[in-house]
Each structure stands twice: as structure tokens, then as C-alpha cells.
């Protein structure tokens, strides 16, 4: 008896693990990130919040989705992370709506984002790594893609020079810190700025500062010689002036499940509880089977065993029926709207 217990504990816990973690081994597919990409390379001050261009797209398989996610799913979260050594920080995240209007489904959600640069080993300068990742919609999200990484250059926080960008797009800096950066020959004309100390001789990127200057029809042209970092600088020049900039502002969903109303904040609660209600029920068939490997076949010991793992099945069958319970109660209740 106790050894036809023993296997069938082997069999639940076997049948049991592969169902709880097949989906999140085998799927894939679900989105594919295109292209994951932040700008500017180079943040000459570290002031701690840096604005960044994001560029983020991704290609949805909507049957896969559905399959993974869940065909009322009608979103997915985006997430920025920096890549350190242990668990990754996030840095970023943001919700974007999926309308099943196609098979396959191209999304850009390019975007100012603003990303917390405070980092302790940031302070003196160096480079850090960032990786755009998307995951189910619900509680305990499922991570379903991953970027590769994107490599940002700081400056020191704390430790400063006077530099210019060079004619070879490297930052020449002041040897004896002026502000004008007039003891380096190559900076001669050039606008002198001040940087992170760690800066000096790299390369400035493609999106390092760029200046703008007054042509002769008093128009603000690109001038690597001007004297302003915009180019609406028409007004300055003796032009028209610039065009209105209008700028939109919401209060976020501080709820990341996305709930708007009361049914909604109810069935992220209730996913979130079967999420958690699951690996309890996996400890307690464990516990279960420890019971049985170290019963010896004492009849008492194999008793209690056996009342564990009958009660952790029935918890199990109860979590996994319970998963649907809601939705079919809420059909109940919908029952009687479609008539009126």
C-alpha cells in the first residue's frame, strides 16, 4: 500500500508540474520586439531624471496572444529594465492597448520617457545597460519578450569640466577647467560646455548637443558654431518666432492590472489570488510526498500522508475551477442585459 502511494504521489507531482509551468516554458511567438532603442547615447549631465527618445515596436501573433494571455486580454505591459548583476532594475513601464484587427498585429509605441539615472556606481560615470521587455496583463505578469540590450554612456554627477565637441565628434576638455575652454585649440569657436569629468576624449554620439545659429536671412539654422541648443530659435534671429508646442497630461492608473471599475478590480484580485493560491497547493503535495518517503510504512505516518495529499488535490481541483467560476457568474448576472 505504501509503495502504491508513492507513486502515485510521483504521478500527481510530475502531472501537476508540467502543467503549471508548460505554459510559461514551451510558448513563444507571442510578440516579437522589432526594435528596441533609447537616445541619447550619451548623458553629458546626470542630473538623475534624463529624458530619452524611446524607440520600442513590436510585432503581435494574435492567436498566440490569445493562447497566452487570454482572449479577454486586451492589452500587454512594456517595461524598461537596466541590466545589473542580480535582479535588473526597472526603469520604465507603460500599457499598450491590443485592438484584434489582424492576424499579426505591428505596434509602435515610440515615446518620451523619462528613466531615473540615480544609481550610486552612476555617480562618478560609466556606462549602463537598458532592455525593453513585455509581459501578459494580470497581477503576476508573464514576461513574454526580451530585447537586447542598449548600452548609455554618463558623465560624473559630481566631477565636472569645461569641454567642447571637437572637430572629430570627441569631447576636448580644458586642461585648466576654463569656462570658455580658450587653452584648447580645437575647442576655438566652438560652444564650451561643462560635462562629467569621465566624458573627456569619448565620443560625443550622434545626439550629442546639437547647436543651431542666425543665417544671413535671419533664419535659425544647424551651426556646429552656434550659440543655441534649439532649433526654434527663429525669434532670436529676428524671425517670426517659433511654432505653439502643445503638450498633453494625465493622471496614470495608479492600478497596473488596469482596473477602471469595481468588476474589473475584482477579477484582478481574483488572479492574483489563484496565482498565489497555486504554489501553496504544489508545497502542500510536496509536504505530502515527504510524508510518504518518510513513513517507513507506520501506519499512522501513512494516514497522515494520505489526508494531506487528498486535501491538496481537492485544493488543487478547486483552484483550477475555480479560476472559470467568476466569468461564469458574471454571465449570470449579464444574462438579462442583452434584452433590454
Do not use: H
Not at 503549471?20 to 550619451?42: H, M, R, V, W
Not at 529624458?51 to 500587454?76: E, H, P
Amino acid at each position: 500500500m505504501y509503495k502504491m502511494y508513492k507513486k502515485l504521489f510521483l504521478s500527481v507531482f510530475l502531472i501537476t508540474g508540467i502543467f503549471l509551468i508548460g505554459k510559461n516554458i514551451f510558448a513563444a511567438g507571442e510578440i516579437n520586439i522589432d526594435s528596441f532603442d533609447l537616445n541619447p547615447k550619451t548623458v553629458v549631465n546626470n542630473t538623475g531624471g534624463t529624458q530619452f527618445q524611446m524607440t520600442f515596436r513590436a510585432t503581435v501573433d494574435v492567436a498566440k496572444f490569445n493562447a497566452r494571455c487570454g482572449s479577454d486580454a486586451d492589452s500587454f505591459y512594456w517595461y524598461v529594465y537596466r541590466d545589473v548583476t542580480g535582479v535588473d532594475l526597472k526603469r520604465g513601464s507603460g500599457e499598450v492597448a491590443v485592438s484584434r484587427t489582424a492576424a499579426f498585429l505591428n505596434l509602435n509605441f515610440d515615446q518620451t520617457i523619462s528613466i531615473d539615472t540615480t544609481d550610486p556606481d552612476l555617480i562618478n560615470g560609466g556606462t549602463a545597460r537598458y532592455y525593453g521587455q513585455v509581459n501578459c496583463p494580470s497581477m503576476v505578469s508573464i514576461q513574454i519578450a526580451r530585447s537586447a540590450g542598449v548600452p548609455i554612456t554618463f558623465g560624473s554627477v559630481t566631477n565636472k569640466s569645461y569641454a567642447c565637441v571637437a572637430n572629430n565628434n570627441k569631447y576636448a576638455c580644458s586642461p585648466a577647467n576654463l569656462t570658455n575652454c580658450s587653452d584648447v585649440s580645437a575647442c576655438s569657436g566652438r560652444p564650451c560646455v561643462q560635462i562629467g569629468t569621465s566624458l573627456c576624449g569619448q565620443d560625443a554620439g550622434a545626439a550629442a548637443a546639437p547647436k543651431y545659429g542666425c543665417n544671413s536671412s535671419n533664419q535659425c539654422v544647424a551651426d556646429v558654431n552656434g550659440i543655441y541648443s534649439t532649433s526654434n530659435c527663429d525669434n532670436k534671429c529676428g524671425g517670426s518666432g517659433g511654432t505653439t508646442q502643445r503638450y498633453s497630461f494625465e493622471i496614470p492608473n495608479p492600478l497596473k492590472g488596469g482596473a477602471s471599475d469595481f468588476t474589473s478590480l475584482v477579477k484582478i484580485i481574483a488572479q492574483w489570488i489563484f496565482n498565489l493560491a497555486i504554489p501553496i497547493a504544489v508545497a502542500m503535495i510536496v509536504y505530502a510526498g515527504i510524508l510518504f518517503l518518510t513513513a517507513q510504512g507506520e501506519p499512522a505516518k501513512v494516514a497522515k500522508a494520505k489526508e494531506v495529499l487528498k486535501y491538496a488535490i481537492i485544493g488543487l481541483a478547486i483552484i483550477l475551477i475555480g479560476s472559470g467560476f467568476i466569468t461564469l457568474i458574471q454571465s449570470i448576472l449579464e444574462l438579462g442585459s442583452g434584452s433590454q
